[in-house]
């Protein structure tokens, strides 16, 4: 019969069969069982059985609920499942019968064979709940290896791992990860174990049994058989994705015939716990590797909260730190999702205004006849709504610097009296014709191609040139090579700790499927694809499916040429762009004659930059 156990913040567990069709559990009296924990709802959770699974169901849509410590609504219950209630409240489930300590006990009267085989079931339920309370790997697999040597009534018992260590009889390597004897709590990890039956075992991968080891026909006349003077060895192999990585062996020199197959059995499944028990610690020590390893390389690839080891971001980083401490103005360009804000704070942070206020104001995000209003402030009674005076982000920014987001969306009218602002360092509240002084430095930034909307008329080049006194362009990410699986790293690391996900890496698939997909919304939209992924992903490592860049998502293969055509277009595009439309120095930095940037100008119907009509200009 299946059972809940409730884990009270004072006292005994409080153990309750499930034997009808409908279970309530929640904080009111009603309940079938009744719960007490900060956050638990009157009626907080119901368990349905249909006759073949346990499922748990919310009662109270706003109660909080976590089983093995992911957030959900819904679920079916698996033994050993850890369902958490609230903030505090803990409910185990079983589905085995758990009968109070003290209590007589079913198997009093039970065949001795049928009595050991619920021993060793009651053991593997009493090590699951210790798996569920997470203890300490050496202390896992110790305990463990006591149960298995109780329950058989071996002298001793070992759980051994292929490796470097000590050399069997046919040069087969292995170490002791844990060790018991009868009547000590821990032995030496040296000595006191068949050599030769291990190595079959290992070799073999199938668990064995030798009744009378100083008899049998094959060991008999092994050197550890014989100086150990063995009676009774059974063995087991560990097992990791199909390949034996270690064995469980269990021994006496006292006792023939002293283990049976259901014990063999029993030994089986405790390998397999004691395999993924080993598993999942190799994989968490490999992932605090890789964290640490992934800690050093960003130690000379990082500006701040900004990661990048491309030459292109390099060149940023370089421009950053040489003008993040004047005053002159800065035009941030990119295209949406490269991190054009966080270059304006580092810009900020490098700078003798980092003691002053960062502020920053969405151009695009704020409806037109409010923008005046939020730049500049506004006096009581300047408008309908204008019911007290305000300060605008020019004055709030006063000592510090001023972010101007999406400025290709400000409005033209406006964008005379923003180059006054910048001009003249003075502004005037909405409605109020007192000039105020302010010291600020200004930011801008844009996905736009601001030349262009200068041509289109949508903005004045008087404010465009007073903005871009120096241009910071940011890379797409599908052009920063290897940078996109640092900062995928990176952030799978970090949102990991704040979703509180079980996810502690990605799978080899799925960082070749990061390099290869377009990115078009950039690191934005490779954060958003990290979040969706931890929140739904129910493994330990995210897969290309789980970040949704399966074979359909990834980019087409394109011929040898027109892929080289693609590259060399981009290129020459981005080198004019970096000579600021100069289509003479471009040439002369490529090594090529300036027809063949009209070529390409011209094929991909590109608009001149501004500053490249004449050959110098720029």
């Given at each position: 019969m299946a059972t809940l156990k409730f884990y009270p913040p004072v006292g005994a567990p409080v153990v309750y069969a499930v034997h009808k069709p409908l279970t309530n559990i929640g904080k009111a009296l009603g309940n079938d069982l009744a719960i007490t924990g900060e956050g638990v709802a009157d009626h907080h959770v119901q368990?349905?059985?249909?006759?073949?699974?346990?499922?748990?169901?919310?009662?109270?849509?706003?109660a909080d609920i976590r089983i093995n410590g992911k957030k959900k609504r819904r679920a079916r219950l698996v033994h050993g499942?850890?369902?958490e209630l609230g903030a505090s409240a803990l409910v185990s489930f079983s589905m085995f019968s758990e009968l109070p300590a003290r209590a007589p006990r079913d198997d009093d009267d039970a065949p001795p064979q049928l009595g050991a085989e619920l021993a060793g079931v009651r053991k593997l339920f009493e090590f699951s709940e210790r798996l569920m309370l997470r203890g300490s790997l050496d202390e896992l697999l110790d305990t463990m290896l006591g149960d298995v040597v109780e329950l058989t009534g071996a002298d001793r018992g070992m759980l051994l791992l292929q490796g470097d260590g000590a050399a069997g009889e046919g040069?087969?390597?292995?170490?002791?990860?844990?060790?018991?004897?009868?009547?000590?709590?821990?032995?030496?990890?040296?000595?006191?174990?068949?050599?030769?039956?291990?190595?079959?075992?290992?070799?073999?991968?199938?668990?064995?049994?030798?009744?009378?080891?100083?008899?049998?026909?094959?060991f008999g006349k092994s050197e550890s058989v014989l100086a150990l003077q063995l009676s009774s060895v059974m063995c087991a192999p560990l097992l990791r994705q199909g390949q034996v990585v270690g064995a469980i062996y269990l021994g006496s020199n006292r006792v023939k015939h002293l283990f049976e197959r259901s014990h063999l059995d029993l030994l089986t499944v405790f390998g397999s716990q004691a395999s993924l028990i080993l598993e999942n610690a190799m994989l968490l020590s490999a992932l605090r590797a890789d964290k640490e390893k992934l800690s050093k390389e960003l130690g000379d690839k990082r500006l701040g909260e900004i990661i990048g080891s491309c030459p292109s971001m390099m060149e940023v980083f370089r421009k950053l730190q040489k003008v993040a401490t004047t005053d002159i103005s800065v035009l941030i360009?990119?295209?949406?999702?490269?991190?054009?804000?966080?270059i304006a704070r580092e810009l900020h942070r490098h700078s003798q205004r980092s003691k002053g206020p960062f502020i920053t104001i969405n151009c695009g995000a704020i409806p037109e006849n409010l923008i005046e209003s939020e730049l500049f402030g506004h006096v009581k009674g300047a408008f309908t709504g204008a019911v007290a005076s305000r300060p605008g982000k020019f004055q709030i920014a006063d000592g510090g610097t001023l972010f101007l987001d999406e400025i290709g969306e400000l409005p033209l009218n406006l964008q005379v009296k923003l180059l006054r602002a910048l001009q003249e360092r003075v502004v005037n509240r909405v409605g109020d014709a007192k000039p105020e002084r302010v010291d600020i430095r200004v930011v801008a930034a844009t996905n736009r191609t601001l030349e262009d909307e200068i041509r289109a008329g949508r903005f004045?080049?008087?404010?465009?040139?007073?903005?871009?006194?120096?241009?910071?362009?940011?890379?797409?990410?599908?052009?920063?090579?290897?940078?996109?699986?640092i900062i995928a790293k990176t952030l799978l690391s970090k949102f990991a700790d704040e979703l509180a996900s079980q996810v502690r890496g990605f799978a080899p698939q799925a960082l070749g499927a990061i390099r290869k997909y377009g990115w078009p919304g950039n690191i934005r939209e490779l954060e958003n694809r990290i979040k969706k992924a931890l929140v739904l992903c129910d493994s330990t490592l995210l897969t290309a499916d789980d970040l949704e860049l399966g074979e359909q998502a990834m980019a087409p293969i394109l011929p040898l040429e027109k892929a080289k055509e693609d590259f060399q277009r981009r290129y020459v595009l981005e080198a004019l762009e970096k000579n600021q439309g100069n289509r003479t120095q471009t040439?002369?930095?490529?090594?090529?004659?300036?027809?063949?940037?009209?070529?390409?100008?011209?094929?991909e119907a590109h608009p001149i930059p501004a500053g490249g009509q004449g050959g110098e200009g720029g």
């Amino acid at each position: 019969m299946a059972t809940l156990k409730f884990y009270p913040p004072v006292g005994a567990p409080v153990v309750y069969a499930v034997h009808k069709p409908l279970t309530n559990i929640g904080k009111a009296l009603g309940n079938d069982l009744a719960i007490t924990g900060e956050g638990v709802a009157d009626h907080h959770v119901q368990i349905a059985f249909d006759g073949r699974d346990f499922n748990l169901n919310e009662i109270d849509r706003d109660a909080d609920i976590r089983i093995n410590g992911k957030k959900k609504r819904r679920a079916r219950l698996v033994h050993g499942d850890r369902v958490e209630l609230g903030a505090s409240a803990l409910v185990s489930f079983s589905m085995f019968s758990e009968l109070p300590a003290r209590a007589p006990r079913d198997d009093d009267d039970a065949p001795p064979q049928l009595g050991a085989e619920l021993a060793g079931v009651r053991k593997l339920f009493e090590f699951s709940e210790r798996l569920m309370l997470r203890g300490s790997l050496d202390e896992l697999l110790d305990t463990m290896l006591g149960d298995v040597v109780e329950l058989t009534g071996a002298d001793r018992g070992m759980l051994l791992l292929q490796g470097d260590g000590a050399a069997g009889e046919g040069g087969r390597k292995f170490t002791v990860r844990a060790e018991r004897n009868v009547g000590r709590e821990l032995a030496d990890r040296h000595g006191g174990i068949s050599d030769s039956i291990v190595r079959l075992v290992l070799e073999s991968g199938r668990p064995l049994i030798v009744s009378d080891a100083l008899s049998d026909t094959q060991f008999g006349k092994s050197e550890s058989v014989l100086a150990l003077q063995l009676s009774s060895v059974m063995c087991a192999p560990l097992l990791r994705q199909g390949q034996v990585v270690g064995a469980i062996y269990l021994g006496s020199n006292r006792v023939k015939h002293l283990f049976e197959r259901s014990h063999l059995d029993l030994l089986t499944v405790f390998g397999s716990q004691a395999s993924l028990i080993l598993e999942n610690a190799m994989l968490l020590s490999a992932l605090r590797a890789d964290k640490e390893k992934l800690s050093k390389e960003l130690g000379d690839k990082r500006l701040g909260e900004i990661i990048g080891s491309c030459p292109s971001m390099m060149e940023v980083f370089r421009k950053l730190q040489k003008v993040a401490t004047t005053d002159i103005s800065v035009l941030i360009t990119g295209e949406t999702g490269t991190g054009k804000e966080l270059i304006a704070r580092e810009l900020h942070r490098h700078s003798q205004r980092s003691k002053g206020p960062f502020i920053t104001i969405n151009c695009g995000a704020i409806p037109e006849n409010l923008i005046e209003s939020e730049l500049f402030g506004h006096v009581k009674g300047a408008f309908t709504g204008a019911v007290a005076s305000r300060p605008g982000k020019f004055q709030i920014a006063d000592g510090g610097t001023l972010f101007l987001d999406e400025i290709g969306e400000l409005p033209l009218n406006l964008q005379v009296k923003l180059l006054r602002a910048l001009q003249e360092r003075v502004v005037n509240r909405v409605g109020d014709a007192k000039p105020e002084r302010v010291d600020i430095r200004v930011v801008a930034a844009t996905n736009r191609t601001l030349e262009d909307e200068i041509r289109a008329g949508r903005f004045r080049e008087d404010l465009y040139y007073r903005l871009n006194v120096v241009n910071l362009w940011l890379p797409p990410l599908r052009d920063r090579g290897d940078d996109v699986i640092i900062i995928a790293k990176t952030l799978l690391s970090k949102f990991a700790d704040e979703l509180a996900s079980q996810v502690r890496g990605f799978a080899p698939q799925a960082l070749g499927a990061i390099r290869k997909y377009g990115w078009p919304g950039n690191i934005r939209e490779l954060e958003n694809r990290i979040k969706k992924a931890l929140v739904l992903c129910d493994s330990t490592l995210l897969t290309a499916d789980d970040l949704e860049l399966g074979e359909q998502a990834m980019a087409p293969i394109l011929p040898l040429e027109k892929a080289k055509e693609d590259f060399q277009r981009r290129y020459v595009l981005e080198a004019l762009e970096k000579n600021q439309g100069n289509r003479t120095q471009t040439a002369r930095d490529l090594g090529v004659d300036p027809r063949t940037i009209f070529r390409y100008l011209e094929k991909e119907a590109h608009p001149i930059p501004a500053g490249g009509q004449g050959g110098e200009g720029g």
